[in-house]
């Protein structure tokens, strides 16, 4: 699987039963190769190294891991590596903590200073470059309210609005203002290098607040991996529709993005970033603390089933458990939990109603046509597969956003297309070589029955372009006979 071309077609043992993909996260839970197997056994996609922790050695370790595991069940497995980001933190504390009142005043200072009940550093001159009085600046996810009353030469004078016991280095959020800070740190320029020379096939930017973050760190990729952009700012939900359309692919960070904005407006806005992403045909994953119970439970909250539930309604291509599978105690059970789950929803009528009710715009492109006329026919006539000749992906995800209600099996000779489309709605991507001078029917019929997605005399679509080995140009739809090999 690491040869971007096979000699011969490849069919993955394993087919996901289910069209919503599982983004695990790996950590000391998760760090076996048993382990690993046991969680896509039990319907994990692809997996997240989480490079806020960890070390180089780690990372590689976990990285081997999981293409041992994909050679081993000779299927396909996306590897996704989050950056840390910028981290806004005040400084030290005397005691190592302070408890803050509320109403009392409490200076920020941008000068080395040990902190107590009065004051404490804030080492970021960017926050006083853009701060005003008045702004509110969040501290420790929120649990700790300031508001500027006074802004002096390297002082903030600040009323507390909620209080609690502040400790060193807690997180500073300033929803109200943009920050004039690159989404690449020092260690993340490191880090995006490091995960590149591993051969990783997403790249997860944090902190993103512009369309011109996006724009900068996809020169820095240079084409390497596919870029998907964290949406956990309100400067980024501002500018969605250009930060989408820039990107591979959309995370909602719900965690930041509800201490960055009132929690009650995150449900809708979740909605909303899935609806943009997938009328531009991008992948979109819903992540943060969705069976968060599960870190120390067996089983999640009423709430959290509902949630994940929500976000397959909203029509999300990817789940992400992050704590549940990198630290907790019941990683195999988690996603468990979210395999049945979503095969629940999956199989509800209203949500193959919804799906298909809405109508997604398509461009003027032959090829975005054909894929929307692909699930138009796949459904009229009752196939139970759609297969894709697809040589860069996009054909494959352009009839993923269609949601098409049926499995889509994408078939690639590339390694690295196969793994980007690990993530999105319903594709199955197989890695294989397709000669030239064989039948596309033929092709097709031999990886439905082996994959067990169709039998003998059903009827399948199948859309490639006429010139197969030349990327682009998808212009061929054809509705085919399974026949027995």
């Not at 990683?331 to 999956?346: F, W």
């Not at 033929?442 to 006429?466: K, M, S, W």
């Amino acid at each position: 699987m690491n040869a971007e071309h096979s000699s011969r077609a490849r069919t993955p043992c394993r087919i996901s039963s289910k069209f919503t993909k599982i983004l695990a996260t790996l950590g000391p839970s998760t760090d076996s190769h048993a382990m690993i197997l046991a969680l896509h056994r039990a319907g994990a996609d692809l997996y997240r190294l989480n490079f806020s922790h960890g070390s180089y050695e780690t990372h590689q370790e976990r990285h081997e891991r999981v293409r041992a595991v994909e050679a081993e069940l000779n299927t396909v497995i996306g590897i996704l590596a989050d950056l840390q980001g910028p981290k806004l933190r005040v400084g030290r504390f005397h005691d190592g903590c302070a408890t803050l009142v509320e109403g009392q005043y409490f200076r920020l200072v941008k000068e080395p200073v040990v902190g107590n009940t009065e004051q404490v550093q804030l080492p970021h001159p960017e926050i006083f470059a853009v701060v005003e009085s008045g702004d509110e600046l969040l501290i420790d996810d929120g649990r700790i309210r300031f508001q500027v009353v006074k802004k002096g030469e390297g002082v903030l004078d600040c009323r507390v609005l909620n209080g609690g016991l502040l400790s060193d280095h807690k997180g500073v959020n300033l929803p109200s203002r943009r920050l004039n800070v690159s989404p690449l740190t020092k260690k993340d320029l490191r880090d995006l290098d490091f995960a590149l020379s591993l051969g990783v096939d997403w790249i997860a930017l944090s902190f993103v607040q512009h369309p011109d973050d996006v724009r900068q760190v996809k020169e820095q990729i240079a084409g390497r991996a596919r870029l998907m952009a964290k949406i956990e700012k309100p400067s980024a939900v501002d500018h969605i529709e250009e930060i989408v359309e820039l990107s591979d692919g959309i995370m909602i960070a719900r965690g930041d993005l509800g201490v960055e904005m009132p929690p009650e407006k995150v449900p809708a806005i979740q909605k909303r970033i899935i609806e943009v992403a997938r009328r531009h045909g991008r992948p979109v994953v819903v992540a943060t603390q969705m069976l968060e119970t599960m870190i120390s439970a067996p089983v999640p909250t009423r709430a959290e089933a509902s949630d994940v539930a929500n976000a397959i309604y909203d029509g999300a291509d990817a789940i992400m458990l992050s704590a549940e599978t990198a630290v907790g105690k019941y990683p195999l059970e988690a996603v468990c939990m979210m395999t049945r789950i979503a095969h629940s929803i999956e199989q509800d009528e209203h949500f193959v109603r919804r799906m298909e009710s809405r109508e997604t715009d398509v461009s003027a492109s032959d090829s975005d046509i054909i894929a929307a006329a692909a699930c138009d026919v796949a459904r009229r006539r009752g196939c139970p597969t759609i297969v894709t000749l697809t040589e860069t992906g996009e054909t494959a995800a352009r009839v993923s956003r269609s949601r098409p209600g049926r499995p889509i099996l994408a078939l690639t000779p590339r390694a690295s297309t196969a793994r980007y489309l690990s993530v999105f709605h319903a594709v199955s991507p197989l890695q294989g070589q397709v000669e030239r001078e064989a039948s596309v029917d033929a092709v097709a019929t031999e990886h439905v029955l082996a994959a067990d997605l169709a039998r003998p005399d059903d009827r399948i679509v199948i859309t490639a372009g006429a010139r197969r080995g030349e990327s682009g140009g998808t212009n061929l739809l054809r509705i085919a006979t399974v026949q027995a090999g």
